[in-house]
């Protein structure tokens, strides 16, 4: 097949980008050297969440949200869309300022939100603990399976005859050429870097950093909660580049278990759970949810969020080099923003106008070492 | 608010599993003069083989196994005593989680960090678990599984039992059975007479097995014996009432049953194996390698091979004892837990005297695995809607549409169920050849609050040899 | 069975119920003779119960004194114990 455009990474970033360009009619293959949603895909929580540091990000997470919402009844049922809504969850003043900053964020930009008072928090989760200032709803967002998700882009891409090349790995791109590990090269007008952490590899000139975070999840004796509670500080560990930092995120699966996080760190690449990390991140989580200690954990495990200087993603046009594209550096929104990112990428391939101001994404922007 | 860190114990030796390999090491390496802490997740020791047997003995004086008999007396006698006790035993403890090359988190009715300079890997092996239709009804148990279940207070006074599956252990279980009131009404043994007979002809070595075999037979004369048969499905609403069987020669029929205890051989409980890797070595092979070979990496980054007899592994410290060298029984794996026990020691002449024994026991652990492998058609008795992972009820037809192992994890959760993968991933690798994914920390469903308490073990300095045994005792 | 009758009669409290037990025995025992055929209902509603007997199935997981996922063939019965199962 001559390939009109070749995706390095078969994660959801890449396998979104695959069924929008093949939709498209145009010739796509993508190429992974380990599967399909196997890395860091597979190991974050799934949640899509009306969030964003820079506002390029927020709306680039609220157009997502939006093409999420319209395809949901299009998704198998596997993907386990729930739309649990977000409750963020303000322990002081400072939090409720912040939830009334982001409140008139949200309403400006036509995202439903409502302030519930620390008595209808209570009310509507009764595993919180009592002494919360309130919480803001956000009843939009959603949670789902992520390797489903994944799956599900792969599938129509597919569908569309896109040719997915598992096992094999790209050691460099340039000029419209793919040079693989085993000698074989691959030709495309067109190259996306979708390769998460490992985009640095290939286009080392964009700064990317591994951020781990730890994650577990617990059997499905728990207690019901009814929407993923995150709490406002979740902001500054986010946004923040501390190297160390953790922020109560909790989420209700379809199963009935409970996804609990989050952390990050900088130091670490290697999957092992780093105890001290990973105590740090559950006793945060108990100060939400007093009974947390007695629930059972089931499994922990670590991910790692690519991660850029300024919280932003690479999204577009190498100026260097014009066949090279990228697409990479989501941090801890990859999953939320895989559709509008696709949206976004393609329509800049194509060279249709783009309906999100790409500018701040661009990857020739200048960045602070 | 609960206590910020964990109660942390100290041992030179730390032994896992209370089985006859973990007790025979506990007391070999003792007898040298270790201070060691035997650990097992049963309140009592004794493990699979000898469930039951330490209650006889607190209560009666006298366990009834004669085995058993000849080390569970010393070993609670070593627990009492009072000047210079060298073991300490801590029941219902499981450990979950290993933070360095020399601390672990236990989980258990009381958590607690361990810190030991040298371990024992003694955790012994669970059922080979198989699913065939109808293997999820209540009623239906592995059939070592029904046996220890009896061992504990179960009845089975009255009730009609089918024993299945494959493996001397089948004979066992039947005599045991019948030994408490059940109508044993048939052995389904999936190997052939020729297989059987190849295996009993080279148990003139092992006198006692020889013993124990006619035995067992003798006891359970009246009692229906098939061979190269298998149960093929089991039938009933809520409950089995009924089994369908069939033989090599096309024979088939049903025997209606309460109870059907089916067993497929035995199989490592290597989990805890690779909580001790060294996690260097697997990760270096883990950025090279794709998932499913994961597994491989780590088995053998800490371990040679199946039917060796070495009780070392590639980490300096960490040895492995009983079942962990491969299927073999309980008095393969005594030896063994005094031979690991010599090498935390040094004791290098008594540790070749042990190799030399430990070596004459390679025929049968071969001829077991080789004179019960499983026949193709009992690996695949499951159809499409049968379930395949237990815990999150995945199909076999669900799972059969992916690549590997890893691949149907993640798109079906197969395998991410409360059993981590024990019991689908070997029929996985029954079924599809699959090899399961590595095991994940806690190795078992552990409060979370034994996660939040065990930060403390970075704090913890290694222990000296100055420090004394402390914990629970029987 | 060998050793029950000679440990103390207990009682204790399996979905509510009093039921005697002795102290040696397992709580699955305790929850066989309480009638208890099942431990659980899987996802599709089918009843389940123990299979392996060691700790490996899960199958056999009940809320011990208001602790979660404990497993049943491994833990020994204890007066006023209270045990709750899945269904």
């Known amino acids: 097949m001559n390939a009109d455009v070749i995706i390095v990474g078969a994660g959801i970033i890449g396998c979104a980008l695959a069924e929008q360009l093949a939709g498209q009619g145009m010739k796509v293959c993508v190429l992974d050297r380990a599967g399909i949603g196997q890395q860091t895909s597979a190991s974050g929580m799934g949640h899509l969440v009306a969030l964003g540091d820079h506002p390029a990000v927020l709306a680039l997470a609220l157009r997502s949200l939006k093409l999420w919402r319209e395809r949901q009844c299009k998704l198998p049922d596997n993907v386990e869309y729930v739309s649990c809504g977000t409750l963020w969850l303000a322990s002081n003043a400072t939090d409720v300022l912040q939830a009334q ?20 928090l209570r009310r509507t989760e009764a595993t919180l603990v009592t002494d919360l200032s309130g919480g803001l709803r956000v009843p ?114 379809r199963t009935g278990q409970l996804l ?18 990973l105590s740090r991140m559950l006793q945060r989580g108990q100060r939400f949810l007093p009974e947390l200690p007695r ?45 509008g990112t696709a949206e976004l990428l393609a329509q800049q391939i194509c060279g249709n106008t783009p309906l999100l101001d790409g500018a701040a994404m661009s990857p020739n922007r200048s960045l602070a070492a | 608010m609960f206590d910020p860190a964990l109660p942390t114990l100290h041992c030179d030796l730390l032994v896992i599993g209370a089985g006859p390999a973990g007790v025979a090491a506990a007391l070999t390496a003792a007898a040298a003069g270790q201070r060691v802490l035997l650990v097992d997740q049963q309140q009592d020791p004794g493990g699979q083989i000898w469930r039951g047997q330490w209650r006889e003995l607190v209560q009666s004086g006298r366990c009834s196994d004669a085995l058993a008999q000849r080390w569970l007396p010393a070993l609670r006698a070593a627990l009492q005593a009072n000047a210079g006790r060298r073991i300490v035993f801590r029941g219902a403890c499981r450990v979950v989680h290993r933070s360095d090359n020399h601390t672990v988190v236990a989980d258990g009715e009381q958590a607690a960090i361990i810190a030991y300079q040298q371990v024992i890997l003694a955790a012994g092996a669970r059922e080979v678990l198989l699913p065939f239709p109808g293997w999820t009804l209540p009623g239906v148990t592995g059939a070592g599984g029904l046996q220890v279940m009896v061992k504990d207070g179960v009845s089975v006074h009255g009730q009609r039992i089918v024993v299945a599956g494959t493996g001397p252990l089948l004979l066992a279980v039947a005599a045991s059975l019948q030994a408490t009131g059940a109508h044993v009404v048939g052995i389904f043994e999936q190997a052939s007479n020729a297989s059987l007979l190849a295996f009993t002809s080279q148990l003139w070595r092992y006198p006692a097995l020889c013993w124990q075999a006619l035995g067992l037979r003798w006891q359970t004369r009246h009692i229906p014996w098939h061979t190269a048969s298998w149960i093929t499905s089991a039938e009933g609403g809520e409950t089995v009432t009924g089994v369908h069987w069939r033989n090599a020669q096309g024979k088939h029929g049903q025997l209606d049953c309460s109870r059907l205890a089916c067993g497929y051989g035995l199989t490592e409980n290597s989990e805890l194996l690779a909580l001790f890797a060294d996690s260097n070595s697997v990760n270096k092979k883990r950025s090279t390698a794709t998932e499913t070979s994961v597994r491989a990496a780590t088995a053998d980054a800490i371990r040679p091979g199946i039917t060796t007899a070495d009780v070392a592994t590639a980490q300096p410290g960490v040895w492995i004892a009983g079942e962990l060298l491969g299927i073999g029984g309980a008095r393969r794996a005594i030896i063994s837990g005094q031979r690991a026990a010599a090498e935390t020691v040094g004791a290098a002449a008594q540790g070749r005297q042990l190799q030399g024994q430990l070596q004459r026991w390679n025929r049968y652990v071969s001829a077991l695995a080789q004179q019960f492998a499983l026949r193709d058609k009992v690996r695949h008795l499951a159809i499409d809607n049968t379930v395949l992972c237990r815990c999150e009820a995945v199909t076999v037809g669900a799972a059969r549409a992916h690549a590997d192992f890893r691949s149907a994890k993640l798109a079906t959760r197969l395998g991410m169920g409360a059993c981590q993968g024990r019991i689908c991933g070997s029929a996985c690798q029954q ?40 914990g629970d005792s029987e | 069975m060998s050793g029950f009758s000679q440990s103390s009669a207990i009682e204790m409290q399996i979905n509510g119920r009093a039921v005697a037990a002795c102290e ?64």
């Open chain 1, 101 to 120: 900053e982001n409140a008139e964020l949200f309403t400006a930009a036509g995202v439903r939100n409502e302030w519930l008072d620390a008595a209808a």
């Open chain 1, 140 to 253: 939009d967002d959603a949670v789902i399976y992520p390797p489903n998700a994944v799956l599900h882009f792969a599938e129509n891409a597919m569908a569309c005859g896109a040719r997915f090349e598992i096992g094999v790995e790209a050691v460099s791109v340039a000029g419209g050429e793919v040079r693989l590990a085993d000698g074989g090269r691959r030709r495309a007008p067109y190259i996306v870097v979708a390769a998460g952490c490992a985009t640095s590899r290939l286009l080392p000139e964009l700064k990317l950093l591994p951020r781990k975070g730890h994650l577990l999840i617990t059997t499905a004796q728990v207690p019901r909660i009814h929407h993923q509670l995150i709490e406002l500080g979740y902001h500054q560990s986010a946004q923040g580049q501390d190297p160390v930092s953790v922020a109560f995120n909790v989420q209700p699966r």
């Open chain 1, 260 to 277: 609990i996080g989050s952390s990050r760190q900088f130091d670490d690449e290697s999957a092992d759970l780093v105890p001290a990390v």
């Open chain 1, 295 to 339: 629930w059972p954990a089931l499994r922990a495990w670590t991910g790692l969020r690519p991660c850029t200087p300024d919280n932003t993603p690479y999204i577009g046009n190498l100026a260097r080099d014009r066949s090279l594209w990228v697409a990479a550096g989501h941090e801890g929104l990859g999953i939320t923003t895989a559709t």
């Open chain 2, 431 to 470: 079924l599809f050849g699959w090899r399961a994914d590595h095991t994940r920390a806690p190795l078992a469903p552990t409060p979370i609050r034994t996660l939040m308490q065990s930060a403390g073990i970075e704090a913890v300095a290694v222990s000296s040899s100055t420090k004394r045994v402390s």
């Open chain 3, 24 to 87: 040696s025995e397992s709580v699955l025992a305790a929850l066989q003779r309480a009638g208890c055929d099942f431990t659980r209902r899987d996802q599709q509603g089918a009843p389940r119960a123990a299979v392996c007997g060691m700790g490996v199935c899960q199958e056999c997981a009940v809320s011990i004194d208001g602790e979660p996922g404990q497993l049943a063939c491994l833990r020994r019965c204890r007066n006023n114990m209270q045990v709750v199962t899945d269904v």
